[in-house]
C-alpha cells in the first residue's frame, strides 16, 4: 500500500525520525491557515507548496513549488489542487491532484549549496537481507546516478536477525562524507530510519533528498513509503491512510469483491486460479503472440457470480481482444466452474463482447468440456495447454 508523503513522514516523525515539517491541505483556504499554523509553530516565512500523489518527478511536472508569502501559497495551492499532474511516473493523462502539502521551507536563506542525499531501506530478495541504499547525489533520480556514476551509490545490508548494528550506521554517515555534529546526526537519522521500517512493516522507505542544513541538522524533505499489505492486519490504524483515489479503480472494485487482480497492457484477458497457474497463464499468452491485459486470481471458487463479477471486471478493459479462462480443478470440481462459466454467460447476454477460451483440467475435467460444448454458449474449450494456447492465437488472428 503507497502512501503520501505527508502520511509517510508522520510514520517516520513517530519513531523519531527529523523530518520537514508541514500540513496537509485541500483548499487554497486550508492552504494559508496551514501556512499560518507553520509560521506560528516554526517561524517560518517562505513555504514549499507540494502536490500529493502517489508518483515521483513532482517536481519535474510542476507539482512542487516555493511560495515566498501567504498570497503566493494561497494563488499556488488553487493552480495545483485539481490539476492533471504529469509525471515520468504516471499515465498520459495523469493524476489528480485531491490535496497539497504546506511544508516549511528548510534551505536557509543565504546558505551556500544545501548537502543532500539519497537514502532508502528495502529488502533485498536475493539475500534475504534488509538493505540501506544510499549515495551522495541526493535530489536526483537515482536510476539515473546508477547508470551514470554507479561508484557513488552505496548499500549496506542488515543481517535481521541482529538489527542495524552501530558500526552500520556510522559506516553510512563515514561513507557520506560527514563529519563533526552532522556525523552524529546522521547516525542518529539512519538508527530512527531503519527502526521505523522494521516496525511499520514497510516494504519500502525512500527519502530523497535527505538533507543536511547548515547548522548541522539531518532532516527528510521527501518520503516515499510503501507498506506490506500482509502485515496491515497488525496496524490498523495505517490501513485507514489507504487512498482509494490514488488506486486503480479495476483493481480497488476486484478488491472489494474477494479478488486478486492485477492491470496490465495487453490484450487477453485472464482469469484463472492460483498464483503459479496465473503465471503459467500469461506465459502461454505470450508465448501465442498475445499480451496478458491482467493477472486475476479468482481462488479456490469459481461459481457463476463470481465468475460473471470477473468477467465483468476483465471487461473493463477496453483492450480486452480475448479472454482465457484457465481452471486447474483440484479442490474445486471443473463440472462445477464449468456451470458457473455458463450461467454467467448467459446471465451477462450481450456484455461479452470478446471470444471466451475456456480450459478446465482436473476433476471431472472430461464432464466439463462437454457441459460448455453442449451449452450453445460461444465459448470455445479446450483440454491441453498447447491446445488453449491455439486457440487464443486463432482469435485473435481472426
Known sequence: MNLHEYQGKEILNS???????GIVASSHKEAVDAAKQLTTETGTSWYVVKAQIHAGGRGKGGGVKLA???EEVETISNDIIGMMLKTPQTSVEGKKVNQVLIAEDVYYPGDSEPEEYYMSV???RSTGRNMIMYS??????IEAVAEETPHLIFTEEIDPAMGLLPFQARKIAFNLG??????KEMVKFVSALYTAYVKSDSSLFEINPVLKTSDDKILAVDAKVTLDDNALYRHKDYAQLRDLREENPIEVEAKAAGLNYVDLDGNVGCMVNGAGLAMGTMDLIKQAGGD??????????????RVETAFGIILKDPNVKAILVNIFG?????????????DAYK???DKINVPIICRLQGTNAKEAKELIDNSGMEIISATEFQEAADKVQEVLAS
Do not use: H, W, Y
Open 15 to 21: 519513531f523519531g525520525v527529523r523530518i520537514q515539517r
Open 68 to 70: 515566498k508569502n501567504l
Open 122 to 124: 528495502l529488502l533485498n
Open 136 to 141: 551522495t547525489e541526493g535530489g536526483m533520480d
Open 178 to 183: 560527514l563529519s563533526g555534529g552532522a556525523f
Open 292 to 305: 496478458p491485459a491482467n493477472f486475476l486470481d479468482v481462488g479456490g471458487t469459481a461459481d457463476a457470480q
Open 330 to 342: 483440484g479442490i474445486v470440481r471443473c463440472d462445477r466452474v464449468a456451470q458457473g462459466v455458463v
Open 347 to 349: 446471465n451477462m447476454g
